[in-house]
């Protein structure tokens, strides 16, 4: 039987401190038949001596250099550089499990997306329920290893799992997509996800926990929110956009209205002191534009966090921020 190679991409800034953990986790897989795809995005602490230390002990190491471009253009660069069958992208600072690559070896048909579950992993604390990524009641179908989906298998598409990193992708299909991820923009895995699943014919799914994800590291671009957080408003139209073209609007709209908000909020609430009123007079402004566009007053009563929305139309930046401040996460 043909062993693939499965080409598995690393962009790496200042994480000398998690990434000999999370280069364990993939050299040690007991799938053995990969190409470790590192790109040092401009690193200034010990990156990358570490990952010199291991392409001396492994010759499956491929490192690349580029000045600091930001984590989309490293992926896309591992890419170019890509020669396995299939991908895979892993975060510098999270780990997999030894046996991810074999798992998805052993399916008997190969999707254009194999998804699969991830969890927080924090060393400071004991979880004994993890944060999971997705469950099994967010698919219209029963989910094994032999399951095909498409995008609209899944009841909200929005929940939870719109992430790069919990998924392998057959690379012929990511290179005939028109784009893959936006460059000099942050939450560019939102529309990489809906990007590739609105254009993927097969989709599995594996419940199982197999990426955990660090929820710690004080150098992560979701905990350092400077004037970027205006990206969210880019990222949001490209994907409304992307529905439209595939005739999906309708069919989603509420979920992503919800989305809008919910999102919009919890930046607001993350965003630097500095920028949060200027933040939070777009964020009013568009959510003030949506709520006179084709929605049903009926159905968006009975969308979760809808109050919230409301008191977005009618409080001030100050008086949003103490009424929700630390009381809803995402």
């Excluded at 999707?111 to 999971?132: H, L, S």
Aim: proline residues 3%; neutral net charge; hydrophobic residues 40%.
């Amino acid at each position: 039987m043909k062993q693939p190679l499965i080409s598995v991409i690393v962009p790496v800034y200042n994480s000398a401190d998690f990434l000999e953990e999370c280069l364990n986790s993939i050299t040690l897989q007991t799938y053995t038949n990969l190409e470790i795809i590192c790109i040092n995005d401009g690193s200034t602490d010990n990156s990358s001596v570490i990952m010199k230390k291991f392409q001396e002990k492994d010759k499956r190491f491929i490192i690349l250099e580029q000045k600091n471009l930001g984590a989309s253009a490293a992926r896309n660069l591992g890419i170019q550089n890509a020669t396995g069958e299939f991908v895979s992208f892993v975060d510098s600072d999270d780990r997999i499990s030894l046996s991810l690559y074999q798992k998805f070896v052993n399916l008997k048909q190969k999707p254009d997306i194999f998804m699969f579950n991830a969890c927080e992993y924090n060393k400071e604390t004991t979880n004994v329920f993890p944060n999971y990524f997705f469950s099994t009641n967010e698919w219209k179908k029963h989910i094994d290893e032999s399951t095909i989906l498409t995008f609209q298998d899944n009841i909200n598409p929005f929940l939870g799992n719109l992430s790069a990193v919990n998924k392998i992708y057959k690379i012929d299909f990511l290179k005939q997509l028109p784009e893959l991820f936006l460059q000099e923009c942050i939450f560019e895995d939102q529309y990489f996800f809906f990007l590739t699943v609105l254009n993927a014919k097969s989709i599995m799914v594996n419940t199982d926990p197999l990426y955990y994800y660090r929820s710690t590291n004080p150098n992560s671009v979701t905990k350092n929110l400077s004037s970027k957080v205006f990206d969210i408003f880019k990222i949001i139209d490209k994907i409304e956009k992307l529905l439209k073209d595939k005739n999906l609007y309708e069919e989603y709209k509420y979920a992503l209205f919800q989305h809008k908000y919910k999102q919009f909020a919890i930046l607001f609430l993350k965003a630097d002191k500095d920028i949060r009123e200027k933040f939070y007079i777009e964020m009013k402004t568009r959510l003030q534009k949506y709520s006179f566009e084709d929605l049903n007053p009926q159905i968006t009563e009975r969308l979760v966090l809808i109050g919230m929305y409301k008191n977005i139309l009618k409080f001030s930046a100050s008086e949003f921020f103490e009424k929700y401040n630390g009381k809803i996460t995402g």
